[in-house]
């Protein structure tokens, strides 16, 4: 792929940031050559912390650096910092409202290599529980970089979903992003396919297949997971009558089960979430291949919106 | 750093009465709280809120104040009674503690309640917090300072621990660290729970400062502050020994008063411990 990855987008972007905006400070846990966060240690290093292998800890300081007026971007792994950081993310981020960004790395299955301890595919459901936090999860590199500086525009906590890996191109650059808003990819009647992150691509793609089918689909971007776009999906769920959710995460807690909640309680729809199925997913050795063999594939995609318009066509 | 006049630490041991009189109180009409933890603490938070502390009630978000984290977010009963004392709010507005519509939380909340500087009560948190805090005063080249008071049983976990090395890293020679060692926990005492001991030599070993203090001598703490204070290159520890539930003779060093209300009579009883008029509030 000629593609750079959504890291690198998300780095470069905060580095830029970094030059206009003297409030702007990152942290990391020894993963700055990973997150490449490390990019900004090397710029601004005056600017930068390394607290070593304790996303507790990197939270806790960063929360103390909002406190005393700064923009502070957490970087780590997406795994780590939603589970062992939790607590801190919960109570010294969300509770107190404090102006924390936490860019949450190798999200998803995107760290295929190291396995199961490193897949973050319950993130989603855990950070989407707290109030007051904005979880966002862009489509592609450029699109990571696209909202780097909204968000650091905006008051208040944000979780940051990065991929490790490039995703299939999607973000237009100069389409307007909108924290909250979805993005209509692509007009159709018969389905809606309802993607975010790095499946966004991948339904782009599905929406191509179906097409060759005579299937019209609609393609949402929902790159804002909270508050979710409640108008576009029931829109979506008027107009077509049938919708897919997919994401690089578990079936559980993320976006099906946000798209379900919002359908069941305003305009109840046939439904079929593509997501990690409720397993442990098995080291790979490319992402591609990985994401295909957990259920992510483009053609479990088109089965899905088959099965929502089956379900459709019996009512 | 001239020594405390005898007025001087006459009127700060009064003040310290004061606020484990408020504490019992506010505990006992809100029918919850923390009373052993509030009243070990006495002391260190007279000196710090009627001496030590660059602050302004009229001006809580100041930005060149000190910041005060209470760690030990359990002891708010002691803290909202520093606060009301030092004029950040009326004493008479915690008459509704506890109740919904109140700006006072079981544990401090920094957006509902002025002069609380940081949210606490789930433990552990102060000294990474007030690492961040040091580090953004360093960043913005402002001279305040950062104090955290911390408990002894809070210690037994990690993330007191990761700040600790945070701030020996970066140096934080501008962040002073209380700790209330009264020994005392929920379950019984820390050398029983979860020793802490040799914790002097932790600190140290950990590339902080230690100074020792009796947490109940006005004038120990107040040196033992100014010692703090011109500490340079390196963060500063301030270990303070203390007796919780101190002043009340049937609360001291027992863990039944971690956590529980004293009932009328026993706050009757121990007012007059205290020798404070009884009153019907």
New interface residues.
């Given amino acids: 792929m000629t593609e750079i990855s959504m890291r690198e987008g998300y780095a470069k972007a905060l580095v830029e940031l970094a030059e206009q905006n003297q409030k702007i400070?990152a942290l990391d846990v020894d993963t700055a050559a990973s997150t490449l966060s490390k990019f900004f240690a090397e710029r601004h290093p005056?600017?930068f912390?390394n607290?070593?292998i304790?996303e507790?800890?990197m939270l806790?300081?960063?929360?103390?650096?909002?406190?005393?007026?700064?923009i502070?971007f957490v970087n780590g792994f997406a795994a780590l910092i939603s589970l062992r950081a939790l607590?801190?993310v919960r109570?010294?981020v969300c509770?107190?409202?404090t102006n924390v960004k936490i860019a949450a790395s190798y999200a998803g299955l995107s760290d295929f290599k190291d396995g199961a301890t490193h897949y973050a595919f319950t993130d989603l459901a855990n950070m989407r529980a707290l109030p007051n936090l904005t979880v966002i999860i862009p489509a592609d590199a450029t699109e990571a970089a696209a909202w780097v500086p909204i968000i650091a525009e905006h008051k208040g906590p944000v979780y940051l979903r990065i991929s490790r890996a490039p995703a299939l191109p999607v973000y237009q650059p100069g389409t307007r992003l909108k924290i909250g808003r979805g993005l209509v990819l692509r007009e159709g009647s018969d389905v809606t396919l309802v993607a975010t992150g790095a499946m966004t691509g991948r339904c782009l793609q599905a929406a191509d297949q179906l097409d060759g089918q005579g299937v019209k689909a609609r393609v949402l971007e929902l790159h804002t997971l909270k508050p979710i776009d409640t108008d576009i999906i029931l829109k979506a769920a008027e107009e077509t009558g049938a919708l897919v959710t997919a994401e690089e995460h578990s079936i559980i807690g993320g976006l099906g089960s946000a798209v379900a909640e919002t359908l069941s309680e305003a305009c109840p729809t046939p439904l079929a979430r593509v997501g990690i199925p409720d397993h442990f997913c098995p080291t790979g050795r490319d992402l591609d291949k990985l994401m295909d063999a957990c259920g992510l594939s483009i053609n479990d995609i088109v089965k899905a919106a088959n099965r929502s318009m089956r379900q459709k066509s019996r009512r | 750093m001239t020594d405390m006049t005898s007025e001087q630490v006459e009127q700060l041991t009064g003040v310290a009465t004061q606020l484990r009189c408020d504490s019992l109180r506010l505990i006992h009409r809100r029918g919850a709280g923390h009373p052993g933890g509030a009243l070990s603490a006495a002391e260190i938070m007279a000196v710090l809120y009627f001496d030590t502390l660059r602050i302004d009630p009229t001006k809580p978000d100041w930005e060149a104040r000190d910041r005060f984290l209470l760690s030990k977010g359990h002891a708010s009963a002691v803290l909202y009674s520093a606060l009301a004392r030092r004029g950040f709010f009326p004493l008479t507005e915690l008459d509704n503690w506890g109740e919904v519509e109140c700006r006072h939380q079981g544990h401090p909340d920094r957006l509902k309640t002025p002069g609380v500087d940081m949210t606490s009560g789930i433990l552990g948190h102060g000294v990474a917090i007030g690492c961040g805090l040091a580090l953004a005063a360093r960043l913005k080249k402002q001279d305040y300072r950062t104090y955290v008071l911390i408990g002894d049983g809070e210690s037994q976990g990690g993330i007191v621990w990761e700040g600790a090395m945070t701030a020996a890293k970066f140096k934080l020679d501008n962040l002073i660290v209380i700790l209330d060692y009264n020994d005392v926990q929920l379950d019984g005492f820390v050398h029983d729970i979860m020793p802490l001991e040799p914790v002097a030599d932790k600190w140290t070993a950990f590339g902080w400062q230690v100074i020792h203090c009796d947490g109940h001598d006005i004038r120990s703490i107040q040196q033992a502050l100014a010692v703090a204070q011109s500490t340079k290159g390196k963060p500063i520890l301030l270990i303070a020994k203390t007796i919780k539930g101190k002043g009340v003779s049937f609360m001291e060093n027992n863990s039944y008063w971690h956590g529980n209300v004293p009932n009328d009579h026993q706050l009757s009883q121990a007012l007059a411990e205290l020798g404070q008029e009884v009153t019907d509030d």
């Fill in positions: 400070v005056d600017r912390f607290v070593g304790a507790p800890c806790d300081v960063a929360v103390g650096l909002a406190l005393g007026g700064y502070p607590e801190q109570t010294n509770y107190a409202q």
